[in-house]
């Protein structure tokens, strides 16, 4: 299994541009979510979806879009970058997460991380 | 709101000494409680959970034990390694689907 994959791993982009962060995992996790890891503030949860067609928001979701359409992938997309989104952005999925904490599988799987400097 | 809160970092030690990282959270109901270890360019690995009260989570020599009464969940190993140096994080998840992590603690373990 690779596990969780993230594509790329670096990119620099303009003010104004716009892009889309890959993420994708072949463990069947039906949760998979989006963090942004900033200097003193740890991680931020920005997206996530609990399987193919559903997705909801985060702590920080203003400047960002997402969509799940297969079991797989899970992209996220930057539609204007600025720079308050310099950030590295980390993928995370685990198996289904139910509604009570301690009951089904909830231990996150992590990507490797794309760093991302908007100038 | 839901929230974590560890010790400002960055711890330093000598190998073989005794760690403590404090984590302590705020939370509705019997949340789930991590350390996630962050080794330097990666992503991060799960090092331990518990999911509830008085439960004790251990790994590669790390203990935690979900304290209710106090809403903490103190990270500790009693002899580290240089191999240690790491970020730390602690992370809950209460009822539903948001985690929420801690600032990450960054340990530096000198020989």
């Known amino acids: 299994n690779a596990g969780v994959t993230q594509t790329p791993k670096f990119q620099v982009l303009k003010t104004g541009q716009s892009m889309t962060l890959q993420c994708a995992q072949d463990?069947?996790?039906?949760?998979m979510s989006w963090y942004r890891q900033d200097p003193g503030m740890g991680l931020r949860l920005i997206h996530y979806?609990?399987?193919?067609?559903?997705?909801d928001q985060g702590e920080v979701p203003n400047g960002y879009n997402v969509s799940r359409s297969t079991t797989e992938d899970f992209p996220l997309r930057l539609l204007s970058a600025a720079p308050s989104q310099t950030s590295v952005y980390f993928c995370?999925?685990?198996?289904?997460?139910?509604?009570?904490?301690?009951?089904?599988?909830?231990?996150?799987?992590f990507g490797p991380g794309t760093r991302l400097t908007v100038l | 709101g839901d929230s974590v809160t560890q010790m400002e970092g960055p711890v330093t030690l000598s190998e073989e000494a005794f760690l403590t990282i404090n984590c302590t959270y705020t939370?509705?109901?019997?949340?789930?409680l991590f350390w996630y270890v962050q080794y330097p360019g990666e992503g991060l690995q799960l090092l331990l959970k518990?999911?509830?009260?008085?439960d004790k989570g251990s790994n590669k020599g790390f203990e935690a034990t979900y304290r209710k009464e106090t809403t903490s969940f103190h990270l500790e190993k009693g002899s580290v390694q240089v191999s240690d140096s790491a970020v730390y994080f602690c992370?809950?998840?209460?009822?539903?689907?948001?985690?929420?992590f801690g600032s990450g603690t960054k340990l530096n373990v000198k020989p």
């Open positions: 995370a999925s685990s198996y289904s997460i139910d509604l009570g904490p301690g009951q089904g599988s909830d231990t996150q799987y």
């Open positions: 463990m069947n996790h039906e949760y």
């Open positions: 979806s609990v399987g193919a067609g559903i997705t």
């Open positions: 939370a509705t109901g019997y949340p789930s």
């Open positions: 518990a999911t509830k009260a008085d």
């Open positions: 992370a809950l998840r209460p009822w539903g689907n948001k985690f929420y």
